[in-house]
C-alpha cells in the first residue's frame, strides 16, 4: 500500500527532529509534525536553557553531520565532582571526582545551548524532511498495512510508522491505549544561568542537599547552567522572588568558588516527576524520549536517554527496510522495544533512587553516602565504570549512530 511517508513523527523538540535527520538520511521518506512555529526556538538571543549531551550523543551528532556546526558553540565536560551538602553551607568536601583523561575517549560530555542545537536541527530538515510547523496530530487511525493522521488542519496523512516524540503528556500514546506509571517527586526543578567572575575550567559540580540536588554545569566563557532541585512548596517561593532576592538565597548554596555570580538570560521552573509507558509500541506505533521515560535530572541524563531511543529506531527501521520488510509490522517494532526499554527503565529507576537515597537528611545515611562515594571515588575500576556510564559508553549493543558511524 502506497503511503504518504514512511515515518510520521508527532513532536518536534530535539528528539523527534534527530530522528527525521537519522532516517531520512538513510532514504525514508518522514514527515515532524511540530505544533509550535518553526522559529520558536531559533533566535539569536541566549535564555538559559542548555543540555549536558553525553559523549555518545555528541558522536550521533557527528554521524549526522552536525556536530562541525556546533562544536564552537559548546562547552566541553572535562571534570565531575559530587558532595553531600546543606541549605545554607553550600557543599562539604568533594566524596565524587571524575576526570574524562582516564577514559581516553575524551570529554566525558558537552554543555550545547537549546538554541544552538534547535537550529542546527532545523535547517537541514528543511531540505530532508516534510516538517510542518505549527500544526499538531488530532486523531490516528492503526490499519493493517498503515496509519491515518488528522491533523489540526484538517488534513489526513498515511504513514507506515507513527512515532510519538510528544512528550510526558502524549497524545500519541493515549489514543494508542499505552498507560503510564509513575510517581510525583514532591520538587520543583528551579533552572536559570549564572554568570560568574572566575573560570570554571570545564568542571561539572552536582551538590546533594536534602530538599533535592544542585547541578552547576559550565557554558562557553565564565557562564554555567543551573538545574537546582528544591520541595514544590520552597521552590514557589523561590521562583516567585525577584531577581536579586533570588540570588541571595543560591549564593549560599552555590558557594564563592567561583566569585561573584548574576544572573544571565531567564529563569525556568517545572515540576518533577518519574513518568514511565507501561509500553514503547503499539500496531503502528514507537515512542522515544520523554513519550516513553519522563525522568528525574538529578544526572543530567535525559536528552541523553532520548538520543539511545532514536539510534536505536531509526536503526532498526532502516535495516529493516533494506531488508524489505514492513518497518511498521510488530517483529520490527518489538526489535526497537527490546533494545531500549530494560537500559531506559534501568536508568530511570536508578536515577530515581538515588534522588531518594540523597534527598533526607538522616546521619547514618549521610555517613553511608559520604563513605560510598568516596569509594567509588577511590577504585579506579568503579570509577571508569560511572564515567563511562555518564558518557553513554555502557550501552550494549550498541548503536551504529552513538558509536559515531553512519547508518
Not at 543551573?226 to 521562583?239: G, H, K, L, P, Y
Not at 520490527?332 to 527490546?338: E, I, K, M
Request: aromatic fraction near 6%.
Amino acid at each position: 500500500m502506497e503511503t504518504d511517508v514512511d515515518v510520521l513523527i508527532a513532536g518536534g523538540g530535539l528528539n523527534g527532529p534527530t530522528l527525521a535527520l537519522a532516517l531520512a538520511g538513510a532514504g525514508l521518506r518522514v514527515a515532524v509534525v511540530d505544533p509550535r512555529p518553526a522559529d520558536a526556538r531559533a533566535g539569536d538571543s541566549f535564555d538559559g536553557r542548555a543540555y549536558a549531551l553525553a559523549l555518545a550523543s555528541q558522536r550521533l551528532l557527528s554521524a549526522l553531520d552536525l556536530w562541525d556546526g556546533l562544536a564552537a558553540d559548546s562547552q566541553p565536560i572535562h571534570q565531575v565532582k559530587a558532595a553531600q551538602g546543606q541549605p545554607g553551607e553550600g557543599a562539604g568536601r568533594f566524596f565524587l571526582h571524575f576526570d574524562s583523561a582516564e577514559i581516553e575517549e575524551g570529554p566525558v560530555g558537552h554543555m550545547l545551548e537549546d538554541r544552538f542545537l534547535y537550529r542546527a536541527l532545523l535547517a537541514p530538515m528543511q531540505d530532508r524532511v516534510t516538517h510542518l510547523p505549527g500544526i499538531a496530530v488530532t486523531d490516528q487511525q492503526q490499519g493493517p498495512a498503515s496509519v491515518a493522521v488528522t491533523l489540526s488542519d484538517a488534513r489526513t496523512m498515511t504513514a507506515r510508522v507513527l512515532v510519538g516524540a510528544d512528550g510526558r503528556n502524549s497524545g500519541v500514546a493515549s489514543r494508542a491505549g499505552i498507560a503510564r506509571r509513575g510517581w510525583d517527586y514532591g520538587q520543583t526543578a528551579l533552572v536559570a544561568a549564572i554568570d560568574h567572575d572566575l573560570p570554571h575550567h570545564g568542571i561539572a559540580q552536582q551538590y546533594f542537599m536534602p530538599t533535592g540536588p544542585l547541578a552547576i554545569l559550565p557554558l562557553p566563557g565564565n557562564r554555567s547552567s543551573v538545574v537546582w532541585s528544591e520541595t514544590r512548596d520552597n521552590a514557589q517561593a523561590i521562583a516567585a522572588l525577584p531577581d536579586d532576592a533570588f540570588l541571595d538565597v543560591l549564593r549560599p548554596r552555590f558557594g564563592d568558588y567561583l566569585g561573584a555570580i548574576s544572573l544571565a538570560g531567564q529563569r525556568f521552573s517545572y515540576p518533577l516527576s518519574l513518568s514511565l509507558a507501561d509500553s514503547y509500541v503499539a500496531p503502528r506505533i514507537a515512542l522515544v524520549g520523554d513519550t516513553a521515560h519522563g525522568v528525574h535530572p538529578v544526572a543530567g541524563q535525559g536528552l541523553n536517554l532520548g538520543l539511545r531511543d532514536v539510534a536505536a529506531l531509526a536503526e532498526t527501521l532502516v535495516e529493516a527496510a533494506r531488508r524489505g520488510e514492513d518497518i511498521g509490522t510488530g517483529p520490527v517494532l518489538q526489535r526497537y522495544q527490546g533494545w531500549r526499554r530494560f537500559d531506559a527503565t534501568r536508568l530511570a529507576l536508578g536515577m530515581d533512587a538515588v534522588n531518594h537515597l540523597f534527598a533526607n537528611d538522616n546521619p547514618l545515611l549521610r555517613m553511608a553516602r559520604g563513605l560510598g562515594m568516596g569509594a567509588v571515588t577511590a577504585i579506579p575500576m568503579l570509577r571508569r565504570g560511572f564515567m563511562r556510564q555518564a558518557a553513554g559508553l555502557s550501552v550494549d549493543p550498541m548503536p551504529r549512530l552513538l558509536a559515531g558511524r553512519a547508518l
